[in-house]
């Protein structure tokens, strides 16, 4: 349903994605992978378009959302029309506020609704999140502001969820239980798209894989597929 | 009924300073103080919806009050009285006490589209580059005022106070401490629920952080153009009621040192509280005015113990030495201002019995 066509995008005049083609079907897992400066967090921001000075600038191609293409959409549109959301690198929580307000303040698009339900939602997944609600969010570990992440991500009611490196800082075991989560989130019906440099980790959860390499799609395919590969297991797996 | 205690309290406070007034009690340099702290309250309430509830920095907030006071005053002028500029008055001077509120509704309109313009090309920066652009936009506004001979240019532009005066003559009251008043509650009532209000979420997202604000479906653009307009009006508020109690709109009434002022009051009394502003507010004026007397006091002291040479005067050119010194201070010891972000409530949850800031 999501459908990207020979992508390209840009910071200024340096172009960071020369043409990439990918697509995501309803109740996937997606995962892009790469090393570091390989485009897969431009591609989310492209996808996305965040205000002005985060976001790179689309020169070409397409992005189609159940084939009506979503270029010069803005951001908060499509969050709110096509219930796709991005929980960006690097948390971006609200710091001064309490986890409890922080997904509060995260249905701000859907006025007036009764939220209570997704909240305890988020609260099952992460229970950790529960005991921790009325705590400054600024106070929180690195694992538990990701999970707080990913929870207010939910309560916009999304049913396309994108993730930009939702591993960074993270110890291994949090790492886990962080995509187990997401697996259980996708049984439930959401559908992920994930950007990792874990890319072991990712494929393991994914359905579909692409591996970038400066800007270009380099290699594809169901995510086992991927993981055996001998070229992709020497680059990016770790022999 | 308990609950609306405080609101009750405040209405009474301001009707037995009505009637002080009123009944001549209060001396005139006492009611100007007063006209100036409920005037003040508006300016610092209206810039602490930018700089404390936003998080942006608008360094040039008095640009907004000028062209409040300027298309108030010209308002006035034109509606209420026999003027060389405008003519013969609109409305018989009678009307002024029912018909006043145009003049503060058009000056608050004008002084909103006024930051609509300076918001629309900005706002596609932040931070620093956003306080400079502030700061070139109160520099055009006084430019452009002082170049338009017909409104006085640099001389200033005066007569509006005869439209108070006027209601004077019709009723005899305190018209202009009434204004103010009123002025002052309007402001309080339209942050309070606007911050409550679904918007005011969308803002107090937008301060914590943009990105992640419009990754919930938070127009971002729309919310801080929306805020931005809504404080720049309220400024314009300021202004007209300035420029009434004055009688004497000058561009140099409203340069960067009016902005300075503003800021003042809102790091002194903590970014996004409404009664930290207006404790800050009350205390800067007073500050202020208080320094007119203790500046000769010092003058006479320090000249009594020959500490200065017999030809230098300390005089009130020393205000501006006291008050940025007082920001330096307060930077340095309590950087949060009096209340830091939480309302009085907070820091003493006994009076949420009293209070509803609703």
């Not at chain 2, 009050?65 to 010209?74: D, F, I, R, Y």
């Not at chain 2, 208080?290 to 005089?315: A, K, Q, T, V």
Request: aromatic content about 8%; overall charge neutral.
């Amino acid at each position: 349903m999501l459908r990207v066509s020979n992508l390209k995008a840009a910071y200024g005049k340096i172009e960071a994605l020369h043409g990439i083609s990918f697509h995501v079907e309803k109740g996937e897992i997606v995962t892009l992978i790469g090393a570091n400066g390989a485009g897969k967090s431009t591609a989310l921001k492209a996808l996305m378009r965040l205000p002005p000075p985060e976001s790179p600038t689309v020169t070409g191609g397409d992005i189609t959302f159940n084939d009506v293409s979503i270029l010069g959409m803005p951001a908060h549109r499509i969050v709110h029309d096509l219930k796709m959301t991005l929980v960006p690198e690097g948390r971006h929580i609200f710091g001064n506020l309490t986890v409890m307000e922080n997904l509060q303040l995260a249905s701000w698009s859907r006025k007036g609704e009764d939220t209570d339900k997704e909240i305890q939602h988020v609260f099952d997944l992460f229970p950790r999140l529960a005991e921790r609600a009325k705590q400054r969010s600024d106070t929180l570990s690195g694992g538990e502001q990701q999970m707080l992440a990913v929870g207010r991500a939910l309560m916009t009611k999304c049913t396309v969820l994108l993730l930009d490196e939702p591993s960074m800082g993270l110890a291994p075991l949090i790492m886990y239980d962080m995509f187990r989560t997401l697996k259980r989130l996708n049984t439930e019906g959401l559908t992920i798209v994930v950007v990792e440099q874990n890319a072991h980790l990712a494929l393991k959860v994914a359905d579909r894989g692409y591996v970038l390499d400066t800007g270009k799609i380099v290699a594809e395919g169901p995510a086992e597929e991927l993981l055996h590969k001998p070229e992709i297991k020497a680059a990016y797996l770790g022999g | 009924m308990q609950r609306y205690a405080i609101n009750i309290l405040l209405c009474a406070a301001a009707l037995i300073l009505v009637g002080l007034a009123h009944a001549g009690k209060l001396d005139g340099y006492v009611l100007h103080v007063i006209t100036l702290i409920g005037i003040n309250c508006i300016f610092a309430l209206s810039l602490n919806l930018v700089n404390g509830y936003m998080g942006e920095f608008s360094c040039g907030h008095a640009g907004f009050m000028c062209v409040g006071a300027l298309t108030g005053a010209l308002l006035s002028v034109a509606l209420f009285t026999d003027s060389t500029l405008f003519g013969t008055a609109i409305f018989a001077s009678h009307w002024a006490p029912f018909l006043f509120p145009l003049v503060l509704i058009g000056a608050m309109i004008t002084a909103a589209l006024a930051g609509l313009i300076v918001a629309l090309p900005s706002f596609k920066t932040r931070d620093d580059y956003l306080a400079i652009i502030t700061i070139a936009a109160n520099l055009i506004i006084i430019s452009i005022f002082n170049n338009i001979d017909a409104i006085g240019g640099p001389r200033g532009f005066l007569g509006q106070q005869q439209t108070i005066n006027a209601m004077s003559n019709f009723i005899k009251l305190p018209w202009m401490l009434i204004w103010t008043l009123i002025g002052v509650f309007i402001c309080v009532i339209v942050i309070r629920r606007l911050m409550t209000s679904t918007y005011g979420k969308g803002v107090s997202a937008v301060c914590q952080n943009e990105v992640a604000a419009e990754m919930m479906g938070v127009n971002t653009n729309r919310v801080k153009i929306m805020a931005f307009m809504v404080s720049s009006g309220l400024a314009g508020l300021a202004g007209v009621l300035y420029a009434h109690h004055i009688d004497y709109v000058n561009p140099k009434s409203f340069d960067l040192l009016k902005s300075t002022e503003g800021l003042v009051m809102v790091y002194l009394g903590g970014m996004g509280s409404i009664t930290g502003v207006l404790m800050a507010a009350v205390a800067f004026t007073l500050l202020v005015e208080s320094l007119r007397f203790i500046i000769p006091m010092l003058n006479n002291g320090l000249h009594s113990i020959g500490l200065l040479p017999e030809s230098y005067h300390l005089d009130q050119k020393w205000a501006w030495v006291f008050i940025p010194l007082m920001l330096i201070l307060l930077m340095r010891f309590r950087p949060e201002g009096f209340l830091g972000n939480r309302e009085l409530t907070h820091v003493f949850p006994r009076l949420k019995r009293w209070i509803t800031l609703k």
